[in-house]
């Protein structure tokens, strides 16, 4: 059985720092595309950040040059460090993982993911 298990939110202020991590169990997804979404309250999930096999990666806007994707293959996991934190990045964070290996596509679509972990909660403080 899939298990994507997520780490390492928190109570942070705003212009600090935060890693997350997700490990993935029951499968192997280091060749797997992973991804991160984030939902606030009372809005929808909306798409963070992907990232393929060969460590390609893609963001979105709001958070290009602040957070960063990378991936352990190792260690099946992938991780989110997020820098200079905005309240606005106040969400629950999801780790996702799409079926199939070697793909170069980064999807930023939820729908297209198979697997997610049950996500972390991030509050950033004004």
């Known amino acids: 059985q899939v298990q994507l298990v997520e780490s390492g939110g928190g109570l942070v202020q705003a212009g600090g720092s935060l890693r997350l991590s997700c490990t993935a169990s029951?499968?192997?997804?280091?060749?797997?595309?992973m991804g991160w979404f984030r939902q606030a309250p009372g809005k929808e999930r909306d798409f963070v950040a992907a990232?393929?096999?060969?460590?390609?990666?893609t963001y979105t806007d709001s958070v290009k040059g602040r957070f960063t994707i990378s991936r352990d293959k190792a260690k099946n996991t992938v991780s989110l460090q997020m820098n200079s934190l905005k309240p606005e990045d106040t969400a629950v964070y999801y780790c996702?993982?799409?079926?199939?290996?070697?793909?170069?596509?980064?999807?930023?679509?939820?729908?297209?993911?198979?697997?997610w972990g049950q996500g972390t909660q991030v509050t950033v403080s004004s």
């Open positions: 990232i393929n096999w060969t460590g390609g990666s």
């Open positions: 996702a993982a799409k079926r199939g290996v070697f793909s170069m596509v980064l999807t930023t679509k939820g729908r297209e993911y198979d697997y």
């Open positions: 029951g499968g192997t997804f280091s060749n797997n595309v």
